[in-house]
């Protein structure tokens, strides 16, 4: 059985072979060849070679050589080609033909053209630009795109407001989505920036005053507002779900605060989550061990006139807010999809709760860890995707990041260098620019988001 299988291999060989070489007067001749550099003679490896009247494309060797039958009788024409270097046509003619091989085809190096391509970067879209005035501050909303402009800053200012910046001569403009005004209005005093409260509303806060801004009969209409008021009983509610408003207690000296629900008809407050930076509490509330006994005395007697614990009364005793390692805590509450979302970056984690049923889960973040992470997220108000800040030298990049699994979308990177005002709207990335040591105005730009 083993020999008869032994035969058959031996058969089917030969029939292949037979196959191959066989040419069409029943001669098994070949022909030998060899493709090399016309200018060094190194072979050419990986060479097409086309013979005429036959279906079959050949492909050299390492060392530049090929075969195929031919009865060196009649003629052949043979097409051989390679990346770099020019087609090569030979005739073989069979009665000048002599089988000494291998035959040498010699093959000219060659330049390739490729078509011009022109490479275009798309410009960021100029939103606003003025000859006169300066771009303080912008927020797009669905009303349109509101514009806070100026003529020139304050240079001055007195001591409570050394490092603020406040706008002279500042307007208030709406643009359309074409970007063209629909309405200005002047305001009142020197400005610092502008607000937008839990309802999408713009706010100007000024310098002692701040106004609501609304559409009333095709012009602004400004609402006065106290300033006061402004920081401690609006800007405090950042969100809105159905039948609750949404804000936390931070203040700027304590690290720890908490995430609330409110409902204003029943007046019923509902806490979402604590937020707390556990080293930086620590620190704080260490402070009461290296207070004089004296110091101590007076903190154990606040506590008990206060009911606040004495190591809390201790770190503003010694103002350890003011100090170097004094850190707050980042954990902005965003509501993605109807889901409750605290990016609460102290814990390494988005921690989401439903509106109704509470708590859901947490899932693990770690963006806040890369170099350049600003601390600061920004949410596009029209689709409520939310995207991470990084800066680092000139460069400003954003990165979207996924509410649901905590993972990172491509990285997109702002054209100019140091924008201000960062804003995310509808898709686009809006943003003030100012070309250093350039005589053009504070100008806002827009980018898409890719």
């Given at each position: 059985?083993?020999?008869?299988?032994?035969?058959?291999?031996?058969?089917?060989?030969?029939?292949?072979?037979?196959?191959?070489?066989?040419?069409?007067?029943g001669q098994d001749r070949?022909?030998?060849?060899?493709?090399?550099?016309?200018?060094?003679?190194?072979?050419?490896?990986?060479?097409?070679i086309r013979v005429a009247?036959?279906?079959?494309?050949?492909?050299?060797?390492?060392?530049?050589?090929?075969?195929?039958?031919?009865?060196?009788?009649?003629?052949?024409?043979?097409?051989?080609?390679?990346?770099?270097?020019?087609?090569?046509?030979?005739?073989?003619?069979?009665?000048?033909?002599?089988?000494?091989?291998?035959?040498?085809?010699?093959?000219?190096?060659?330049?390739?053209?490729?078509?011009?391509?022109?490479?275009?970067?798309?410009?960021?879209?100029?939103?606003?630009?003025?000859?006169?005035?300066?771009?303080?501050?912008?927020?797009?909303?669905?009303?349109?795109?509101?514009?806070?402009?100026?003529?020139?800053?304050?240079?001055?200012?007195?001591?409570?407001?050394?490092?603020?910046?406040?706008?002279?001569?500042?307007?208030?403009?709406?643009?359309?989505?074409?970007?063209?005004?629909?309405?200005?209005?002047?305001?009142?005093?020197?400005?610092?920036?502008?607000?937008?409260?839990?309802?999408?509303?713009?706010?100007?806060?000024?310098?002692?005053?701040?106004?609501?801004?609304?559409?009333?009969?095709?012009?602004?209409?400004?609402?006065?507002?106290?300033?006061?008021?402004?920081?401690?009983?609006?800007?405090?509610?950042?969100?809105?779900?159905?039948?609750?408003?949404?804000?936390?207690?931070?203040?700027?000296?304590?690290?720890?605060?908490?995430?609330?629900?409110?409902?204003?008809?029943?007046?019923?407050?509902?806490?979402?989550?604590?937020?707390?930076?556990?080293?930086?509490?620590?620190?704080?509330?260490?402070?009461?061990?290296?207070?004089?006994?004296?110091?101590?005395?007076?903190?154990?007697?606040?506590?008990?006139?206060?009911?606040?614990?004495?190591?809390?009364?201790?770190?503003?005793?010694?103002?350890?807010?003011?100090?170097?390692?004094?850190?707050?805590?980042?954990?902005?509450?965003?509501?993605?999809?109807?889901?409750?979302?605290?990016?609460?970056?102290?814990?390494?984690?988005?921690?989401?709760?439903?509106?109704?049923?509470?708590?859901?889960?947490?899932?693990?973040?770690?963006?806040?860890?890369?170099?350049?992470?600003?601390?600061?997220?920004?949410?596009?108000?029209?689709?409520?995707?939310?995207?991470?800040?990084?800066?680092?030298?000139?460069?400003?990049?954003?990165?979207?990041?996924?509410?649901?699994?905590g993972s990172m979308g491509?990285?997109?990177?702002?054209?100019?260098?140091?924008?201000?005002?960062?804003?995310?709207?509808?898709?686009?990335?809006?943003?003030?620019?100012?070309?250093?040591?350039?005589?053009?105005?504070?100008?806002?730009?827009?980018?898409?988001?890719?």
């Open positions: 059985m083993e020999r008869m299988r032994s035969l058959i291999r031996i058969l089917l060989v030969c029939v292949a072979f037979g196959f191959l070489f066989t040419t069409c007067d070949l022909f030998h060849g060899r493709v090399v550099d016309a200018e060094d003679g190194h072979p050419l490896s990986g060479a097409h009247g036959h279906a079959f494309v050949l492909v050299s060797d390492p060392s530049g050589r090929f075969m195929f039958p031919w009865d060196h009788l009649g003629t052949r024409t043979i097409v051989v080609s390679h990346i770099g270097y020019a087609s090569a046509e030979h005739e073989l003619i069979g009665k000048e033909f002599k089988d000494e091989g291998p035959h040498f085809i010699r093959m000219a190096r060659t330049s390739i053209a490729i078509p011009e391509v022109l490479i275009r970067v798309t410009a960021p879209e100029v939103v606003y630009q003025s000859d006169d005035l300066h771009v303080g501050d912008h927020f797009p909303t669905e009303d349109g795109l509101w514009v806070l402009v100026y003529d020139r800053p304050q240079m001055w200012h007195k001591e409570h407001d050394a490092g603020t910046q406040l706008f002279k001569q500042a307007r208030l403009h709406l643009l359309d989505t074409l970007f063209r005004e629909r309405m200005s209005c002047p305001l009142p005093e020197r400005v610092r920036q502008l607000h937008r409260d839990h309802q999408g509303r713009i706010i100007v806060e000024g310098e002692y005053t701040a106004w609501l801004a609304t559409v009333q009969d095709d012009h602004i209409q400004l609402h006065s507002l106290d300033r006061q008021w402004l920081h401690t009983a609006v800007l405090p509610w950042t969100d809105s779900i159905p039948g609750a408003l949404l804000g936390n207690t931070s203040i700027p000296t304590y690290p720890s605060f908490d995430h609330i629900a409110y409902d204003p008809l029943t007046k019923e407050q509902r806490l979402i989550c604590s937020v707390e930076d556990r080293h930086t509490m620590e620190l704080f509330r260490s402070q009461y061990k290296y207070m004089s006994g004296r110091d101590k005395v007076i903190a154990m007697d606040l506590e008990l006139e206060t009911g606040v614990d004495r190591e809390v009364i201790a770190g503003y005793m010694t103002a350890f807010h003011d100090d170097p390692y004094f850190q707050l805590p980042y954990a902005p509450l965003f509501v993605v999809d109807d889901v409750l979302c605290v990016f609460d970056h102290t814990t390494d984690r988005i921690r989401r709760f439903h509106r109704d049923r509470g708590h859901e889960r947490d899932v693990p973040i770690a963006y806040h860890h890369e170099r350049g992470w600003d601390s600061c997220l920004l949410q596009d108000p029209a689709s409520g995707a939310v995207h991470a800040l990084f800066k680092r030298g000139p460069h400003t990049w954003l990165r979207h990041v996924d509410a649901g699994t491509d990285r997109m990177e702002l054209t100019h260098p140091y924008p201000e005002a960062i804003r995310i709207y509808d898709g686009y990335v809006y943003y003030v620019y100012r070309p250093f040591g350039s005589l053009q105005h504070r100008t806002l730009y827009r980018e898409a988001l890719h």
